[in-house]
């Protein structure tokens, strides 16, 4: 069992940045991809980014590149986002989640992920 606690959600305005953390405990990460996601309200969730394991390659949504960075640190067993120059329409409820695989991308489907945390909410005001 793989459990995944997500922290650093918060309100900050417009342009303002935010880092959250996912730290997992009750098994390493270091040999699995790991992912982002988030879900407005009324809207379906979506993929924010990824992060791989082998190379540390990383891929972003589009409406993300260039704002948001994640990186991860298997050490801590944690996986960070780094988001910069936010907007009101990042506001969401950020999930972490683990990938079955060591390697995903933008299109992996949901179910290519099998454990998730309960998320951090990220509020962006005008």
């Known amino acids: 069992q793989v459990q995944l606690v997500e922290s650093g959600g918060g309100l900050v305005q417009t342009g303002g940045s935010l880092r959250l953390s996912c730290e997992a405990s009750?098994?390493?990460?270091?040999?699995?991809?790991m992912g982002w996601f988030r879900q407005a309200p009324g809207k379906e969730r979506e993929f924010v980014a990824a992060i791989n394991w082998s190379d540390f390659g990383t891929s972003y949504a589009d409406s993300v590149k260039g704002r948001f960075t994640i990186s991860r640190d298997n050490a801590k067993n944690t996986v960070y986002l780094q988001m910069d120059n936010l907007k009101p329409e990042d506001t969401a409820l950020y999930y972490c989640?683990?990938?079955?695989?060591?390697?995903?991308?933008?299109?992996?489907?949901?179910?290519?992920?099998?454990?998730w945390g309960q998320g951090t909410q990220v509020t962006v005001s005008s």
């Open positions: 009750g098994r390493t990460l270091s040999t699995y991809a």
């Open positions: 989640a683990k990938a079955k695989t060591r390697t995903v991308v933008p299109s992996t489907p949901f179910r290519g992920y099998d454990y």
